[in-house]
């Protein structure tokens, strides 16, 4: 949400008691459905909703024509800036929070990453932004995942899967997308290369040590992987992931 129109009902109310108004942010004006026309001496009230400094400059658009009008919408000012002020941050508030609830429901919760859902919609993005664009996609799994459940129990299974994860993050590049797809199965798309530039580097993660403790003790796992090149092998990104099985 972006703040002008968190104020767009004041201004739109503004309006329709006929007062001229500007609003502004580091004296530049935002929108041209603010009004621009010149104001003559304006009341000026300052705000701040977070980093930002805005501006708002109200006149009666049938001027001043006392002292006693002047005061009154002068402390009438004051007021709606407060007003403002309070709804803005309010509405600033809810929006980060649901910015936060959408990133929560695209990560999984154990290990951080993008769960299913979260990576298909990037994934998607990510394509369908770039078509022409080269990118490998890569399906990995923990190796005899259920005998660890088994030997160690489901806590210390959740262990390796965190060790993976955060393995994941420290090798592949910021822009990789990470994803755990479901159980110890990871999904992972690496945008902008060539199956013949990461062939080297997916073997060699596949050697990186893994590992988890438990009572004391290290203890190695080890994954497999397929991976699939767009688009040479599949144009569709569900296809894709398909072929890197």
């Known amino acids: 949400m972006r703040v002008p129109e968190i104020f767009e009902d004041s201004t739109n109310a503004l309006s329709k008691f006929k007062y001229n108004y500007r609003l502004s942010r580091e004296a530049s004006v935002l929108d041209k459905k603010y009004v621009e026309d010149k104001l003559i001496r304006p009341v000026t009230y300052n705000l701040t909703v977070g980093k930002e400094k805005w501006k708002l400059e109200i006149m009666s658009r ?37 910015v ?6 695209n990560k999984d919760g154990l290990t951080k990453l993008y769960n299913r859902y979260g990576f298909d919609e990037m994934a998607e993005k990510m394509i369908s932004k770039n078509p022409k664009e080269h990118c490998v996609a890569v399906l990995l799994d923990v190796d005899d995942f259920k005998l660890i459940n088994d030997m ?46 990461m062939k080297e580097s997916l073997i060699e ?13 290290t203890y190695s796992f080890c994954i497999s992987l397929g991976y699939a090149k767009y688009p040479n092998n599949a144009i569709e990104r569900s296809l894709l992931m398909r072929c890197a099985m």
């Open 205 to 217: 993660f596949t050697k990186t040590p893994k590992t988890f403790s438990y009572k004391g003790q």
């Open 100 to 105: 936060e609830l959408k990133e929560l429901a």
């Open 152 to 197: 160690y129990g489901h806590a210390y299974g959740d262990k390796v899967l965190i060790s993976l994860a955060e393995n994941m993050q420290k090798f592949f590049p910021s822009s990789a997308l990470l994803c755990r797809n479901e159980g110890d199965e990871f999904c992972i798309l690496l945008p902008n290369c060539t199956m013949e530039e």
């Open 62 to 98: 049938a001027g001043w024509s006392n002292s006693t009008t002047l005061y009154l919408i002068f402390f009438g000012g004051q007021s709606l800036v407060l007003l403002l002020t309070g709804l803005t941050i309010v509405l600033f508030l809810m929006d980060e929070r649901r």
